[in-house]
C-alpha cells in the first residue's frame, strides 16, 4: 500500500489569467457554477463546505446544498434548531467552500449569514417534493435520537398526518442568505502553481488580489 505522502497529480485543466476577471465576482462564479452543474465530472455541483464557529470559538464545518445565488449572496436552507443555525445566532461570520476537484478548481468564500424572511422560505419549501416537506418536520436536526427507527416511525406517523392536502411550513424551518465580504478563486496550475485571486469587497466596489500559490 502507497503512503498518503505518495498520492499526488498534475493540476493541467488550464489557468486563470488576471485580464480575464470580471470586476463582480458574481459574475465569475456564475460563469463557474454554470460549468460545473453541466460538468459529467461532479455529481453535486451546489454541495458547499459550510463553516461556522460556537461561543467557545471552536469551528465546525458541514456540507450544505445552495439553492440559489444572486449579486446579494449565497441562500441554503436548514433547520432553524440546527448545530449551524445555533451557531449563526452567537457569531454570524461564516465561510463557505466549493471544492470542485473534478474541474481543478475552489472557490472560497467569507461573509455574514442573514436569516431569511418567512416568505423567502416560504417561496422556497413549496417546490420541494413533498417526502422533503415531510421530512422536515421529522427531524430535531444536530439533537441525539435513540436509533435510526426513531426517525423511520416519526417520518410515517407525519406522513399520515399530511396524507392529504398541503404540508405546512414548520416554524422551526428557515434559510440564510450568506453576503459575501471576500471570495477567493482557485484553479490548479501545472508544477503547483496555482492561480489564486481575492476578491475583497469595498465600499466602492471590488478589490482584486492575486495571492501565491
Same mark, same amino acid.
Given at each position: 500500500?502507497?503512503?498518503?505522502?505518495?498520492?499526488?497529480? #498534475?493540476?493541467?485543466?488550464?489557468?486563470?489569467?488576471? #485580464?480575464? %476577471?470580471?470586476?463582480?465576482?458574481?459574475? %465569475? @462564479?456564475?460563469?463557474?457554477?454554470?460549468?460545473?452543474?453541466?460538468?459529467?465530472?461532479?455529481?453535486?455541483?451546489?454541495?458547499?463546505?459550510?463553516?461556522?464557529?460556537?461561543?467557545?470559538?471552536?469551528? @465546525?464545518?458541514?456540507?450544505?446544498?445552495?439553492?440559489?445565488?444572486?449579486?446579494?449572496?449565497?441562500?441554503?436552507?436548514?433547520?432553524?434548531?440546527?448545530?449551524? +443555525?445555533?451557531?449563526?445566532?452567537?457569531? +454570524?461570520?461564516?465561510?463557505? %467552500?466549493?471544492?470542485?476537484?473534478?474541474?481543478?478548481?475552489?472557490?472560497?468564500?467569507?461573509? &455574514?449569514?442573514?436569516?431569511? +424572511?418567512?416568505?423567502?422560505?416560504?417561496?422556497?419549501?413549496?417546490?420541494?417534493?413533498?417526502?422533503?416537506?415531510?421530512?422536515?418536520?421529522?427531524?430535531?436536526?444536530?439533537?441525539?435520537? +435513540? !436509533?435510526?427507527?426513531?426517525?423511520?416511525? =416519526?417520518?410515517?406517523?407525519?406522513?399520515? =398526518?399530511?396524507?392529504? /392536502? #398541503?404540508?405546512?411550513?414548520?416554524?422551526?424551518? /428557515?434559510?440564510?442568505?450568506?453576503?459575501?465580504?471576500?471570495?477567493?478563486?482557485?484553479?490548479?496550475? &501545472?508544477?503547483? %502553481?496555482?492561480?489564486?485571486?481575492?476578491?475583497?469587497?469595498?465600499?466602492?466596489?471590488?478589490?482584486?488580489?492575486?495571492? !501565491?500559490?
Amino acid at each position: 500500500m502507497s503512503k498518503l505522502s505518495d498520492i499526488r497529480r #498534475e493540476y493541467t485543466l488550464g489557468g486563470l489569467n488576471e #485580464e480575464d %476577471l470580471p470586476s463582480d465576482p458574481m459574475v %465569475l @462564479f456564475s460563469k463557474w457554477m454554470e460549468q460545473a452543474r453541466d460538468s459529467d465530472l461532479l455529481s453535486d455541483p451546489t454541495a458547499m463546505v459550510l463553516a461556522t464557529v460556537d461561543a467557545d470559538g471552536q469551528p @465546525f464545518q458541514r456540507i450544505v446544498l445552495l439553492k440559489r445565488f444572486d449579486t446579494g449572496g449565497f441562500v441554503f436552507f436548514t433547520n432553524l434548531a440546527s448545530r449551524k +443555525s445555533q451557531h449563526i445566532a452567537v457569531n +454570524s461570520k461564516v465561510s463557505i %467552500l466549493f471544492p470542485w476537484h473534478s474541474l481543478e478548481r475552489q472557490v472560497a468564500i467569507t461573509g &455574514e449569514a442573514e436569516a431569511l +424572511s418567512t416568505a423567502e422560505v416560504m417561496k422556497y419549501f413549496i417546490t420541494r417534493p413533498k417526502e422533503s416537506q415531510i421530512a422536515a418536520w421529522v427531524s430535531k436536526q444536530s439533537s441525539k435520537i +435513540s !436509533a435510526r427507527q426513531a426517525l423511520e416511525s =416519526k417520518y410515517a406517523e407525519m406522513k399520515a =398526518k399530511f396524507r392529504k /392536502g #398541503e404540508v405546512p411550513l414548520p416554524k422551526f424551518w /428557515g434559510g440564510y442568505i450568506v453576503k459575501p465580504t471576500s471570495i477567493e478563486f482557485w484553479q490548479g496550475g &501545472e508544477k503547483r %502553481l496555482h492561480d489564486r485571486f481575492l476578491y475583497t469587497k469595498e465600499a466602492a466596489g471590488w478589490d482584486i488580489c492575486r495571492l !501565491a500559490p
